[in-house]
Every structure is written in C-alpha cells, then in structure tokens.
T-cell receptor, first 113, second 114 residues
C-alpha cells in the first residue's frame, strides 16, 4: 500500500529536550515536506525537500531542522523544543508533477511542556 | 498575495440534507485546487482535485466541486450528507503555480446530525 509513515503518533516532551519525528514514504517520491497544523490557521509548511540532500525552508522554519540523506526518509528535528512548537505535524510527499496532490502521513501530535 | 479562504469555520447539517463547504482563492496563476478531508485522529485524505480540465470535478464518497474562475471559487458539495462525513475539510492550492508548497485554508469543520 502506498503510504507515508510517521512516528511517533503522539509525543509529550519537556522544553529543551531534543527530539526527532521520523517520516518515510514507499512511493519513490522525490519531493517531501513537513507541515504543522494549528487551530484556525490550517496547515503551514515548515520545510520541504526536492530530492536527496536538497532541502529548503517553508513558511515557518524557525526552531526546526531537517535532513534528506535517503530518498524515502525525511526526519524533522527539534533541537530545543519550546511550548510554541506544540502542534500537530504532518509529513507529505508527492510525485514529480504534483498535479495529483500530496499524500499525507497520519500526523504526530507533539506537546512540549 | 496568494491565499485560500474557507468562508465557514463550522457547518452543521442534518443527515440526508445537502452539504455546501465554501472556498475562495486568490491567485494570479491559473490554479490547481484541492479539497482534503481529515477525520478525527487521521491524516489528510485527498477528496478531489481540479487541474485545468473539466470545471466540475467529482471526488470520492459522493463529493464534487465546481471551479468558477469568474467568482474565484471552488465550493465543495454533496447532495446528501452521511454521518460518516463528519470531519474537517481543507481547501488548498499550489503556491505560485508550482507544487513546492500548498496554501491551505483554515479548514471547515462539518458536523452531521441524525
């Protein structure tokens, strides 16, 4: 089954403790992206990657890092999480043209206390 | 600036009655447009897409949407709501005509009552 897999689904952490949210896709997509979803704001892009070793900032990159060492994986790293990063995070991938839309993961609900 | 506006944050309908979720977009590019649905504790699922072909687009689960360039709208409709349609719905279009980023509306939460 074609899918984007994120882990963990739920995470509660403390301020300043580094964490990584993993994302993997099995569709051989070159493009991957991270979004955060906040009430009343819809989804906002954090980072995206056009291919291995090619990443770029989205609209809200502050406080996040990404890496793309393999085509299938695109982890999101929070080096020093803060409470304002409490959110629902989605990883997504798309095919070459993008006209078929994105495939999204099931989401990671992060709470930073 | 490009934007997507979903005109209702909450819509409530009775089971068996029509559904209308409204979306307006602002873009200087001839847009593609998407509707996604998010069920509780689930990811986003693509409902339907418009990509410059037919202006009336049919999607999954009986939903359809009509692209109206003169009104810059892409409203989502369904003739008869089902309890399982209760979810949050997002309208989106690609930024600057490309597909490196989707611009999302704030979402519309659909409640369906028996």
């Amino acid at each position: 089954e074609a899918q984007v897999t994120q882990n963990p689904r739920y995470l509660i952490t403390v301020t300043g403790k580094k964490l990584t949210v993993t994302c993997s896709q099995n569709m051989n997509h070159e493009y991957m992206s991270w979004y955060r979803q906040d009430p009343g704001l819809g989804l906002r892009q954090i980072y995206y990657s056009m291919n291995v070793e090619v990443t770029d900032k989205g609209d809200v990159p502050e406080g996040y890092k990404v890496s793309r060492k393999e085509k299938r994986n695109f982890p999101l790293i929070l080096e020093s999480p803060s409470p304002n990063q409490t959110s629902l995070y989605f990883c997504a991938s798309r095919g070459r043209t993008g006209r078929d839309g994105y495939t999204f993961g099931s989401g990671t609900r992060l709470t930073v206390v | 600036a490009q934007s997507v506006t979903q005109l209702d944050s909450h819509v409530s309908v009775s089971e068996g009655t029509p559904v209308l979720l409204r979306c307006n977009y602002s873009s200087s590019y001839s847009p593609s447009l998407f509707w996604y649905v998010q069920h509780p504790n689930k990811g986003l699922q693509l409902l339907l897409k418009y990509t410059s072909a037919a202006t009336l687009v049919k999607g999954i689960n009986g939903f359809e949407a009509e692209f109206k360039k003169s009104e810059t709208s892409f409203h989502l409709t369904k003739p008869s709501a089902h309890m399982s349609d209760a979810a949050e719905y997002f309208c989106a279009h690609p930024f600057s005509g490309g597909y490196n980023k989707l611009i999302f509306g704030a979402g519309t939460r659909l409640a369906v009552h028996p």
